[in-house]
């Protein structure tokens, strides 16, 4: 997903809500319009919560051992 798809599903959802006037038999634009607006912030929000979650610093340490045996160890911190 992303934020373009965020973008696109909220333009086209107050597209749908705010400015189209005609009308489909069965089918009621405004509210469709209306969820696809809901369903595009969201997409952006999770898309920003993802995306900042990400972030952060990964390191990984191999120490070799005497005996030859190798130790790998990650460590992740955050970053605000």
Do not use: C, F, K, P
Not at 11 to 26: E, I, M, Y
């Amino acid at each position: 997903m992303g934020y373009g798809l965020g973008a696109v599903l909220l333009a086209v959802g107050l597209v749908l809500a705010l400015a189209v006037t005609d009308s489909v038999s069965g089918v009621d634009l405004t509210t469709i319009g209306w969820i696809l607006t809901i369903v595009g912030g969201l997409v952006l929000l999770l898309s920003a919560v993802t995306m900042n979650r990400g972030r952060g610093v990964r390191s990984v340490a191999t120490t070799q051992h005497a005996d030859g045996t190798q130790t790998t160890s990650e460590r992740r911190t955050e970053t605000q």
